[in-house]
């Protein structure tokens, strides 16, 4: 069997909202018994079909990278996260359905990749009120989830969801809010698992397919400066 070709796609967010779990359910399908911290970066891989079921199908090899950090980190944190950030095809940006601020994070999330060879920005908040311009002339397809809907009472469901339909609409992205520790929100033929396929597919439709437009500026195809040290480092 001929070698897959393969897509980078990073998976953002502040730390403890579900990253690794996320990762691990999404190549392994099944939970992740014991979560713990990423220390740098932590790297698996699924296997997906893109176009499945027309003539086009054809397999392709995801390769997930899990960034530890938080937005707050040092700057000499933040330094080393950019070495993470090149040649990347995909963004899956993750916030805590349960916690705002790591909501309002993930605009600092995307900032700090889609602008790491420009000076720091600044404040990105006014009167409450983001920038969509920022984010105009990304073409990096991006995926917004929100993980822990299991621990939203039901009587606040539906106004949590209605606040983060917002964060997709800003990123020009879909949106999908599960419960990490159950494989059942990603069923096969679910609205989910249909949304995820169809990012894959456009992440893939991007790298391979549409070259003169894979990329946003910033994004070189130079070669991985880690991919001789980067493991699944964790501490308990």
Same mark, same amino acid.
């Given at each position: 069997?001929?070698?897959?070709?393969?897509? #980078?796609?990073?998976?953002?967010?502040?730390?403890?909202?579900?990253?690794?779990?996320?990762?691990?359910?999404?190549?392994?399908n099944?939970?992740?018994?014991?979560?713990?911290?990423?220390? @740098?970066?932590?790297?698996?891989?699924? &296997?997906?079909?893109?176009?499945?079921?027309?003539p086009?199908?054809?397999?392709? +090899?995801?390769e997930?990278?899990?960034?530890?950090?938080?937005?707050?980190? =040092?700057?000499?944190?933040?330094?080393?996260?950019?070495?993470?950030?090149?040649?990347?095809? @995909?963004?899956?940006?993750?916030?805590?359905?349960?916690?705002? #601020?790591?909501?309002?994070?993930?605009?600092?999330?995307?900032?700090?990749?889609?602008?790491?060879?420009?000076?720091?920005?600044?404040?990105?908040?006014?009167?409450?009120?983001?920038?969509?311009?920022?984010?105009?002339?990304?073409? &990096?397809?991006?995926? %917004?989830? @929100?993980?822990?809907?299991?621990?939203?009472?039901?009587?606040?469901?539906?106004?949590?969801?209605?606040?983060? =339909?917002?964060?997709?609409?800003?990123?020009?992205?879909?949106?999908?809010?599960?419960?990490?520790?159950?494989?059942? +929100?990603l069923?096969?033929?679910?609205?989910?698992? %249909?949304?995820?396929?169809?990012?894959?597919? #456009?992440?893939?439709?991007?790298?391979?397919?549409?070259?003169?437009?894979?990329? =946003?500026? @910033?994004?070189?195809?130079r070669?991985?400066?880690?991919?001789?040290?980067?493991?699944?480092?964790? +501490?308990?």
């Amino acid at each position: 069997m001929a070698a897959l070709e393969r897509v #980078k796609v990073l998976v953002l967010g502040d730390s403890g909202v579900g990253k690794s779990s996320l990762v691990h359910l999404l190549c392994h399908n099944q939970m992740l018994g014991n979560p713990s911290w990423t220390v @740098g970066c932590s790297v698996d891989v699924r &296997i997906h079909d893109y176009k499945e079921g027309t003539p086009e199908e054809k397999m392709y +090899y995801i390769e997930l990278w899990d960034v530890g950090g938080s937005v707050g980190s =040092a700057s000499s944190v933040k330094s080393t996260r950019v070495m993470f950030y090149n040649s990347v095809n @995909g963004i899956i940006l993750v916030h805590d359905l349960t916690n705002k #601020k790591s909501s309002q994070n993930l605009y600092r999330w995307s900032l700090e990749v889609l602008n790491r060879d420009a000076a720091p920005s600044g404040v990105l908040v006014t009167n409450g009120d983001y920038d969509r311009e920022q984010f105009a002339d990304n073409q &990096i397809p991006l995926l %917004v989830i @929100g993980t822990k809907l299991d621990q939203i009472p039901e009587m606040k469901r539906s106004d949590v969801l209605t606040r983060t =339909a917002f964060l997709a609409e800003d990123f020009g992205a879909e949106e999908i809010n599960l419960d990490c520790t159950s494989p059942r +929100y990603l069923a096969a033929g679910s609205s989910n698992a %249909v949304k995820l396929s169809r990012f894959f597919d #456009k992440v893939i439709e991007k790298r391979y397919y549409l070259r003169d437009g894979n990329q =946003a500026p @910033g994004f070189s195809e130079r070669k991985r400066v880690c991919s001789g040290f980067v493991k699944n480092l964790h +501490y308990e």
